[in-house]
């Protein structure tokens, strides 16, 4: 490998490691902000299954915002964001490779870079 190569090579990967690290910071942002709707999405679902399989009169969740205002009132707004420690590991990992990795695979793969 020339010493051209090595530098180029170089800033390759820094721009990459940039790149991923700047979209899974985008990414954990989206997560922290979204993680309620998640949760109330998940409470209600699990409500549905339970409402059918016991035959429960009356639901306790209507509604993804009164789901939301439910939770809130209920158990505190803290309440909203259980499980937010896991989503954001997750979310750093799968949306950095995701987001982060699109471009500069898409680059690499690109004909033009390679002559053909």
Same mark, same amino acid.
């Given at each position: ?8 090579? #170089?800033? $390759?990967? %820094?721009? @990459?490691?940039? =790149?991923?690290?700047?979209?899974? &910071? ?35 969740? #209507?509604? $993804?915002? %009164?789901? @939301?205002?439910? =939770?809130?009132?209920?158990?505190? &707004? ?39």
């Amino acid at each position: 490998m020339t010493q051209f190569q090595g530098n180029l090579f #170089r800033i $390759l990967i %820094g721009r @990459v490691v940039s =790149i991923y690290l700047s979209m899974a &910071l985008l990414i954990w942002v989206l997560q922290f902000c979204t993680i309620p709707l998640d949760t109330a999405k998940v409470r209600l679902q699990l409500q549905r299954k339970t409402f059918a399989s016991e035959g429960v009169s009356l639901p306790k969740y #209507r509604g $993804l915002l %009164g789901t @939301v205002a439910t =939770i809130a009132r209920e158990e505190g &707004l803290a309440a909203l964001w259980k499980g937010i420690t896991a989503g954001l590991h997750r979310q750093f990992i799968y949306g950095g490779l995701r987001i982060g990795l699109y471009e500069p695979v898409c680059l690499g793969c690109s004909p033009s870079i390679h002559g053909i």
